[in-house]
T-cell receptor, first 113, second 115 residues
Framework: KNQVEQSPQSLIILEGKNCTLQ??????????LRWYKQDTGRGPVSLTIMTFSENTKSNGRYTATLDADTKQSSLHITASQLSDSASYICVVSGPYGNNRLAFGKGNQVVVIP | NAGVTQTPKFRVLKTGQSMTLLCAQDMNHEYMYWYRQDPGMGLRLIHY???????AKGEVPDGYNVSRLKKQNFLLGLESAAPSQTSVYFC??????????????FGDGTRLSIL
């Protein structure tokens, strides 16, 4: 069973609108949670990293939240742009760090004009 | 500053052929990783290295070998390619093995097709 579940699998939004992506995880014990953006044909690029004690972290128009008690995270995209079209991957780290990460399958976002 | 560079970007092989994928990083990172990404699945770790001269198995190591002779380079080898190894391969490097302070940096991938 996958330890990281992301929803929705895909969505289409109008340029300028906001959207929220969800990530639920079962990894325990928990160390940190990361959101990556992956453009088509490119490698993932880090957006945010949150540890147990952090509830929210922003990177420009991207805001990630974390509720370690319910094991849920969200990524909010504000005022979407065409360049936001990408896959957004949630990655959860437990006690073994980068040697044993749990990767979600990604949220595919398409922004249309 | 190039970051993580992977070569080649694309390759088509026949079953049974061998090849080596090269990953080079210019950030002086100790830790390097090889992943594969398949449709409908999350990234899966093949092998990793915690420093020059060291390698270790990840989640899906069968059919692959690796070497880290120089700190900046991490090579992934397929000795006898199989169609099941058709995938996109990503290399990553990091300064911090926990990921709490610094993220992994990924290359742009090698798209490999085995016929």
């Amino acid at each position: 069973k996958n330890q990281v579940e992301q929803s929705p699998q895909s969505l289409i939004i109008l340029e300028g609108k906001n959207c929220t992506l969800q990530c639920n995880y079962t990894v325990s014990p928990f160390s940190n949670l990361r959101w990556y953006k992956q453009d088509t044909g490119r490698g993932p690029v880090s957006l945010t990293i949150m540890t147990f004690s952090e509830n929210t972290k922003s990177n420009g128009r991207y805001t990630a939240t974390l509720d370690a008690d319910t094991k849920q995270s969200s990524l909010h995209i504000t005022a979407s742009q065409l360049s936001d079209s990408a896959s957004y991957i949630c990655v959860v780290s437990g006690p073994y760090g980068n040697n044993r990460l749990a990767f979600g399958k990604g949220n595919q976002v398409v922004v249309i004009p | 500053n190039a970051g993580v560079t992977q070569t080649p970007k694309f390759r088509v092989l026949k079953t049974g052929q061998s090849m080596t994928l090269l990953c080079a990083q210019d950030m002086n990172h100790e830790y390097m990783y090889w992943y594969r990404q398949d449709p409908g699945m999350g990234l899966r770790l093949i092998h990793y290295s915690v420093g020059e001269g060291t390698t270790a198995k990840g989640e899906v190591p069968d059919g692959y070998n690796v070497s880290r002779l120089k700190k900046q380079n991490f090579l992934l080898g397929l000795e006898s390619a199989a169609p099941s190894q058709t995938s996109v391969y990503f290399c990553a490097s990091s300064y911090d093995p926990t990921g709490r302070r610094n993220p992994q940096h990924f290359g742009d991938g090698t798209r490999l097709s085995i016929l």
